[in-house]
């Protein structure tokens, strides 16, 4: 795919959505970091059912840890693996409280070295609360990049790498968005909803559906 039609491509998704952003539901920089930990492997409606109580029960560092990892498990129970992520998000918290003031830090090794946060979770949090051009390859931007032939990778920081080097430089910022919301309401992983497509011409899959 050449560069022109990356740019077009992406032309078209901030002309359709000029303002995307996450469907997780938060206040504050500490909460979406919460909440994307407890996406993993959850859907965002899953996540925002159970995070609406509990971060009005405990919306800081400080009174999420005061719950414990019992206490906390009960608000998150409906969310896949909430076990591990109760112990996570506690483990977090303390981290947060002693290392750094009770704030989320704005650097990807501080990010990356709490518990239960990976590379796409610093990425999606750097994004969505600090602005910076990062791109968080989940399975629905695994799926669109390649499927479309946006950016082919075997793996999800093949495709990162991809995206950051050939997405132009105004689109960078919301390009995460764009790609998370076209692969879970447009390109869908079983049906692809073609005729629905705004990038269909652009797009280099074979099997375009009709």
Not at 49 to 66: E, N
Not at 191 to 198: A, G, I, L, M, S
């Amino acid at each position: 795919m050449n560069a022109a039609k990356r740019a077009e491509i992406f032309r078209r998704l901030c002309a359709a959505n000029p303002a995307p952003t996450t469907e997780l539901e938060y206040a504050t920089t500490f909460q979406l970091l919460v909440a994307v930990i407890l996406s993993a492997q959850a859907t965002d409606t899953s996540v925002n059912l159970a995070t609406r109580k509990l971060f009005a029960d405990a919306p800081t560092p400080q009174a999420m840890l005061a719950l414990g990892e019992a206490g906390l498990a009960e608000y998150i129970k409906r969310i896949g693996l909430f076990s591990t992520k109760a112990r996570n998000v506690t483990a977090t918290c303390r981290q947060l409280i002693e290392r750094h003031g009770g704030e989320v830090p704005r650097d990807r090794a501080a990010l990356e070295a709490l518990p239960g946060v990976g590379r796409k979770t610093a990425n999606v949090v750097l994004n969505t609360a600090f602005g910076e051009p990062t791109i968080a390859v989940d399975t629905h931007i695994f799926r669109v990049a390649n499927r479309t032939k946006l950016a082919s990778g075997k793996t999800p920081l093949a495709v990162e790498l991809k995206l950051l080097k050939s997405v132009p430089d105004d689109y960078k910022r919301d390009a995460h968005h764009w790609l998370i919301l076209h692969g879970r309401y447009i390109c869908k992983a079983r049906k692809p909803e073609c005729p629905r497509c705004v990038i269909a011409d652009l797009c280099e899959f074979k099997d375009k559906t009709r």
